[in-house]
């Protein structure tokens, strides 16, 4: 265990009768970090977050917070609070007593504890709704009292159990930023549960994609996106084109693929390390294809194809483009930089499609 | 203007239909106050004329009084103890996962539908056999095998009626088990502690069959008014006694209902 690592699974798995939920992972979350468990539902992320918090225990292997072994510790022991992913807001209690809730046993007196709710209140830009009862809160307004009943007792790690999931697009975006900035005040390691991979990106430091309950990657959502390691992890974060092919040739920070659809593919030295005569897949995001009417010259990558549907969605368009001998299109993004005007958008007509080296991800076949 | 007469017709017709239905349920049960003041001590028309003596008569029986109390305390006892165990099973069977719930939820249930007659011979046999004196305490043995299943009927729809989430973030905060259940779990649950109480007090208080297989030389208030049916001059100070029964059954009704109402209305609060 590192010094900045704050909580470490080792070997930890966990069994629901025969359903293997988590399946033997071993990581560690650092200090003061913002760390997301992101994967598909079932794939044992908010098992590993119950784990945490003390409502299961493992099957087998052990869990560390702070260095201290957890499994026999429980959930009112540690020092660790979460926010449910309905809130969990005690109905019979006011704001104030929701708020209070866990501060029965800290020693404040009456005016100390007071104190410290306005402050509460105050972070969590509720100021004056102290009296409030349970069942007046708005969504937002609930989120915001279960995050100050959990940050009052000044947690070393808070748990978040896809907290925005309840909530509407706008308010979701805007409880965004409130909680990455919330999380950079108060210092305190977020451990946050989310199925939406838009939202682990927005917020995370590190990104820990899950399925079938095993840990894929941790990178940071920067290099999942851009460099993602599995077919997986390319696959769930965001879209991606997948081509099948085999390295033709290795040569220095450059590899030559022969591609059924797309012909000769040259990538930069990205991905594992591959062999000449191996099968590889290649990956393309939507937005890194270049997209003309014309053929380009001097471009590394190219391939011709049809236009086939596209949807304009105001700051971006999104085309189809078909290539001969294959059934799905390929996604191709672009921003438009220019007024668009509605002429460019005639399905059925020859199309390029070119990208640089640099953006071609390589990956080992599924 | 014909769609709204349409439907207007169709409410009266419903409307008749409640009245008679409710007639059905409450006339007879009102002869009982009607008679109890009636100056006579044959039950029959035409009345003859107003009478407080049937209650007096009541009242000065100490037969009466005694198995009025005796009732109460078996009453009172059993439901505090049926909704205590009823409470805890049902949170068992709502909050844990555990081997064999079903088949141990429906033998729990099984006294439900077993006929009370063949329970009342079961128990005397068992009670003959393990020689066990019967008194109030069989009784209330009998009772509470009633009850416990009523109680945790209730418990257990009251139970599942909020989330445990709510009971898992009192332990995230800090509290026991035992903590969270008397901070979260108890208030939340309170209507149907009430509920609980109540519906078992009834069953206790009316219960014919049971106590009449089990009871000593101390008897039950149905088991009294049953032997008081023998002799017809006693029968106008059994309908005062009813109609006592009747109005301090009103009043407990309203109150329910009250404490129910005013409860936390948890189905609204999860909601988001």
Redesign the interface.
């Given at each position: 265990m590192t010094d900045e690592a704050i909580i470490s699974f080792s070997e930890v798995s966990k069994h629901f009768g025969s359903v293997v939920a988590v399946d033997n992972v071993s990581f560690e979350i650092n200090r003061g970090e913002f760390f997301s468990l992101l994967g598909p539902s079932g794939c044992g992320k908010t098992t590993l977050l119950r784990m945490l918090?003390?409502?299961e225990s493992p099957t087998s292997g052990e869990l560390f917070l702070d260095g201290q072994a957890m499994s026999s510790m429980?959930?009112?022991k540690r020092p660790?609070?979460?926010v449910?992913?309905?809130?969990?807001?005690?109905?019979?209690l006011d704001v104030r007593g929701n708020i209070a809730?866990?501060m029965?046993?800290s020693g404040l007196s009456r005016a100390e504890l007071d104190a410290k709710i306005e402050e509460m209140l105050e972070l969590i830009k509720l100021a004056g709704f102290g009296a409030r009862g349970?069942?007046e809160l708005s969504?937002g307004q609930?989120q915001r009292v279960a995050l100050a009943?959990?940050l009052i007792?000044r947690p070393k790690v808070l748990l978040l159990d896809e907290p925005l999931g309840?909530l509407d697009k706008k308010l979701r975006e805007q409880m965004q930023i409130e909680l990455r900035v919330l999380q950079q005040q108060v210092g305190i390691t977020f451990v946050f549960v989310t199925h939406d991979q838009e939202e682990a990106l927005t917020l995370s430091d590190r990104i820990a994609v899950m399925e079938k309950g095993v840990v894929l990657e941790i990178e940071s959502p920067t290099k999942l996106y851009e460099s993602p390691r599995t077919h997986f992890v390319a696959d769930f974060i965001g879209t991606m084109n997948f081509f099948e092919g085999s390295v033709r040739e290795v040569a220095a920070g450059a590899v030559t693929i022969d591609s059924e659809l797309l012909g000769e593919v040259r990538a930069s030295g990205s991905g594992p390390e591959f062999t000449s005569g191996s099968r590889v897949v290649v990956a393309i995001r939507p937005e890194k294809i270049q997209l003309s009417f014309e053929a380009p010259e001097n471009v590394a990558n190219v391939v011709e194809g049809r236009m086939g549907p596209s949807a304009y969605l105001g700051d971006r368009s999104h085309f189809y483009v078909y290539l001969p001998q294959r059934e799905d299109p390929v996604s191709v993004a672009l921003q438009n930089l220019e007024r668009v005007k509605d002429q460019d958008r005639r399905s059925d007509q020859a199309v390029w499609l070119n990208w640089s080296e640099d953006s071609v991800v390589l990956l080992a076949p599924k | 203007m014909k769609a709204s007469v349409g439907i207007g017709r169709r409410l009266d017709g419903f409307a008749v239909y409640a009245v008679i239905y409710l007639g059905f349920i409450y006339l007879p049960v009102l002869f009982l106050p009607l008679f109890s003041f009636n100056d006579s001590i044959y039950v029959a028309f035409p009345l003859k004329g107003f009478t407080l003596q049937w209650y007096e008569e009541m009242a000065n029986n100490s037969g009466l009084l005694d198995a009025l109390m005796n009732s109460l305390k078996v009453g009172a006892t059993v439901a505090v103890l049926s909704t205590i165990m009823g409470t805890l099973a049902a949170k068992a069977v709502t909050r844990y996962r555990m081997p064999g719930r079903g088949p141990v939820i429906g033998f729990i249930m099984v006294p439900l539908v077993i006929p009370e007659i063949i329970m009342g011979i079961a128990l005397l046999v068992l009670a003959n056999t393990g020689g066990v004196s019967l008194s109030l305490l069989t009784i209330g043995l009998g009772h509470m095998l009633l009850c416990v299943p009523f109680s945790m009927l209730v418990m257990i729809s009251r139970l599942e009626g909020f989330d445990k989430s709510m009971e898992e973030a009192a332990r995230d905060l800090g509290e026991n088990a035992w903590g969270a259940f008397w901070r979260v779990t108890f208030p939340l649950a309170l209507p149907g502690i009430v509920a609980s109480l109540l519906l078992t007090f009834t069953i206790s208080l009316d219960e014919f069959v049971l106590a009449f297989f089990l009871a000593g030389t101390d008897v039950t208030l149905p088991l009294f008014i049953w032997s008081m049916l023998r002799f017809p001059p006693k029968l106008p100070m059994v309908l005062a006694l009813g109609a006592c029964i009747l109005l301090a059954s009103f009043i407990v009704v309203t109150f329910a209902e009250w404490v129910r109402r005013s409860g936390v209305q948890v189905k609204s609060a999860s909601g988001v």
């Amino acid at each position: 265990m590192t010094d900045e690592a704050i909580i470490s699974f080792s070997e930890v798995s966990k069994h629901f009768g025969s359903v293997v939920a988590v399946d033997n992972v071993s990581f560690e979350i650092n200090r003061g970090e913002f760390f997301s468990l992101l994967g598909p539902s079932g794939c044992g992320k908010t098992t590993l977050l119950r784990m945490l918090a003390g409502f299961e225990s493992p099957t087998s292997g052990e869990l560390f917070l702070d260095g201290q072994a957890m499994s026999s510790m429980p959930p009112n022991k540690r020092p660790v609070n979460m926010v449910f992913q309905n809130y969990a807001i005690f109905p019979h209690l006011d704001v104030r007593g929701n708020i209070a809730f866990g501060m029965r046993k800290s020693g404040l007196s009456r005016a100390e504890l007071d104190a410290k709710i306005e402050e509460m209140l105050e972070l969590i830009k509720l100021a004056g709704f102290g009296a409030r009862g349970a069942n007046e809160l708005s969504g937002g307004q609930r989120q915001r009292v279960a995050l100050a009943r959990a940050l009052i007792k000044r947690p070393k790690v808070l748990l978040l159990d896809e907290p925005l999931g309840a909530l509407d697009k706008k308010l979701r975006e805007q409880m965004q930023i409130e909680l990455r900035v919330l999380q950079q005040q108060v210092g305190i390691t977020f451990v946050f549960v989310t199925h939406d991979q838009e939202e682990a990106l927005t917020l995370s430091d590190r990104i820990a994609v899950m399925e079938k309950g095993v840990v894929l990657e941790i990178e940071s959502p920067t290099k999942l996106y851009e460099s993602p390691r599995t077919h997986f992890v390319a696959d769930f974060i965001g879209t991606m084109n997948f081509f099948e092919g085999s390295v033709r040739e290795v040569a220095a920070g450059a590899v030559t693929i022969d591609s059924e659809l797309l012909g000769e593919v040259r990538a930069s030295g990205s991905g594992p390390e591959f062999t000449s005569g191996s099968r590889v897949v290649v990956a393309i995001r939507p937005e890194k294809i270049q997209l003309s009417f014309e053929a380009p010259e001097n471009v590394a990558n190219v391939v011709e194809g049809r236009m086939g549907p596209s949807a304009y969605l105001g700051d971006r368009s999104h085309f189809y483009v078909y290539l001969p001998q294959r059934e799905d299109p390929v996604s191709v993004a672009l921003q438009n930089l220019e007024r668009v005007k509605d002429q460019d958008r005639r399905s059925d007509q020859a199309v390029w499609l070119n990208w640089s080296e640099d953006s071609v991800v390589l990956l080992a076949p599924k | 203007m014909k769609a709204s007469v349409g439907i207007g017709r169709r409410l009266d017709g419903f409307a008749v239909y409640a009245v008679i239905y409710l007639g059905f349920i409450y006339l007879p049960v009102l002869f009982l106050p009607l008679f109890s003041f009636n100056d006579s001590i044959y039950v029959a028309f035409p009345l003859k004329g107003f009478t407080l003596q049937w209650y007096e008569e009541m009242a000065n029986n100490s037969g009466l009084l005694d198995a009025l109390m005796n009732s109460l305390k078996v009453g009172a006892t059993v439901a505090v103890l049926s909704t205590i165990m009823g409470t805890l099973a049902a949170k068992a069977v709502t909050r844990y996962r555990m081997p064999g719930r079903g088949p141990v939820i429906g033998f729990i249930m099984v006294p439900l539908v077993i006929p009370e007659i063949i329970m009342g011979i079961a128990l005397l046999v068992l009670a003959n056999t393990g020689g066990v004196s019967l008194s109030l305490l069989t009784i209330g043995l009998g009772h509470m095998l009633l009850c416990v299943p009523f109680s945790m009927l209730v418990m257990i729809s009251r139970l599942e009626g909020f989330d445990k989430s709510m009971e898992e973030a009192a332990r995230d905060l800090g509290e026991n088990a035992w903590g969270a259940f008397w901070r979260v779990t108890f208030p939340l649950a309170l209507p149907g502690i009430v509920a609980s109480l109540l519906l078992t007090f009834t069953i206790s208080l009316d219960e014919f069959v049971l106590a009449f297989f089990l009871a000593g030389t101390d008897v039950t208030l149905p088991l009294f008014i049953w032997s008081m049916l023998r002799f017809p001059p006693k029968l106008p100070m059994v309908l005062a006694l009813g109609a006592c029964i009747l109005l301090a059954s009103f009043i407990v009704v309203t109150f329910a209902e009250w404490v129910r109402r005013s409860g936390v209305q948890v189905k609204s609060a999860s909601g988001v």
